[in-house]
């Protein structure tokens, strides 16, 4: 599925107003997301029902691709540093990330305008770029862009393995067979 932004990778719940999944769509009983997209990301999110699957995927080191959208114009030397892997903080813990792939998006990519606007070029110039992972800790990337002084805008998942958002819009939902072949 293509999660919006705005949505928590989530199907049910109570006590507050946050929009889960299950409102987007009519998921099996025992839908899962494998791995998860914060409220303020979006793009490809895969689910099941199989929580074995979703615990391969999670843990086998398959590349995740994301767009990134940062504030400023990123340097050279900030991609290579992210290349490298990068200190963040994790609950309080000092991280080292995974050696990592990045390069810069030019032009823009053209993708589906977000249901909340982000910004104008009043504020700035903005970049793009792919940082592809092995990994998927919490807020990682946005963590990353920030720890190097470019503050992550837009953040969309495009890729999990050989999985594409291809050209599905927010909220869209593909049922795909055979998931484990894929990947």
């Known amino acids: 599925m293509y999660k919006p932004f705005g949505y ?4 049910i719940g109570e006590g507050n107003k946050k ?24 793009g490809l999110l895969l689910l099941t029902t199989d929580g074995k699957l979703s615990n391969y995927i999670s843990s086998a080191g398959i590349e995740k ?28 813990i000092k991280y080292q990330t995974k050696p990592c792939k990045a390069c810069l998006l030019e032009p823009a990519p053209e993708l ?6 982000i910004r104008d070029d009043r504020h700035g ?8 992972l092995t990994e998927g800790k919490f807020r990682q990337i946005r963590k990353m862009t920030a720890a190097l002084g470019f503050p992550t805008l837009r953040l969309i998942r495009m890729r999990i393995g050989h999985i594409h958002l291809m050209n599905l819009l927010p ?6 067979e055979g ?5």
């Open 8 to 11: 928590l990778s989530q199907f």
């Open 19 to 42: 929009k889960r999944l299950g409102e987007l769509y009519a998921f099996p009983p025992g839908t899962m997301s494998i791995g998860r997209l914060d409220e303020k990301s979006e």
């Open 65 to 92: 691709e994301y767009y990134v959208q940062v504030d400023g114009l990123i340097s050279q030397q900030a991609m290579e540093q992210l290349e490298q892997g990068i200190e963040i903080t994790l609950e309080g």
């Open 112 to 117: 589906p305008l977000r249901s909340r606007k």
């Open 125 to 132: 110039p903005t970049s793009w770029m792919a940082i592809t």
């Open 171 to 176: 909220g869209e939902v593909l049922k795909v």
């Open 179 to 183: 998931l484990l072949n894929r990947l």
